[in-house]
């Protein structure tokens, strides 16, 4: 039972380049949440998917997309990397009724 | 492991001493609370949670404390353990769709 799996665990990007960050959780969760989280700033909301089929905006959505590939699967996508989304990105999920999230391990993401 | 919260307050304890971490949050219409330990290079891993309807929860050698009126949390660890150092976010759920708002954290360091 692998919980929440985030890939690529690490990645370079030059400002302008475009990438997706990949997560899958095998836990039959409902809800799905992408969070950046930067030194002294703790964990941000990015964009959020409630159930399969629907996404929304967190606090701090702007130069980020995201995709709900189906119930597993919720992918986050930078159409045009900047140095200010360095950052270290979680995934997260919740199954319905239950109060805290599984987080993944992370992806840390440097643009250069 | 990445570094996470460079300028974080940081509670020194020594091990077999209790620690306390404190944190305030700021929706009055929170329903629920939780805390996450989060320890170099991992995701944040879930400890204890609290409904607004309650004042006091017990888990292994956690406590959670929740004061509504002066909207402040605390985590307590009884006999503190060298794998107990970490960061500690407490996290409030705001609104629908579970949506968590973290805060900057602390940094416990366990000394022998």
């Known amino acids: ?112 | 492991g990445e570094s996470v919260g460079l300028h974080l307050p940081t509670l020194s304890v020594q091990e077999g001493d209790n620690s306390i971490i404190n944190c305030a949050y700021s929706n009055s219409a929170s329903d629920y609370f939780i805390w996450y330990k989060q320890e170099s290079g991992k995701g944040p891993q879930f400890i204890i949670d609290i409904r607004s309807n309650m004042d006091k929860r017990q888990g292994q050698r956690v406590t959670v404390l929740l004061n509504k009126t002066v909207k402040h949390l605390s985590l307590q660890i009884a006999a503190t353990q060298p794998g107990d150092s970490a960061v500690y976010f407490c996290a409030e759920n705001t609104g629908t769709a579970s949506k968590l708002t973290f805060g900057t954290g602390t940094r416990l360091q366990v000394t022998l």
């Open chain 1, 1 to 112: 039972n692998a919980g929440v799996t985030q890939t690529p665990k690490f990645q370079v990007l030059k400002t302008g380049q475009s990438m997706t960050l990949q997560c899958a959780q095998d836990m039959n969760h409902n809800s799905m949440y992408w969070y950046r989280q930067d030194p002294g700033m703790g964990l941000r909301l990015i964009y959020y998917s409630a159930s399969e089929g629907t996404t929304d905006k967190g606090e701090v959505p702007n130069g980020y997309n995201v995709s709900r590939l189906n119930k597993r699967e919720f992918s986050l996508r930078l159409e045009s990397a900047a140095p200010s989304q360095t950052s270290v990105y979680f995934c997260a999920s919740r199954v319905t009724g239950a109060a805290g999230y599984t987080f993944g391990s992370g992806t840390r993401l440097t643009v250069v």
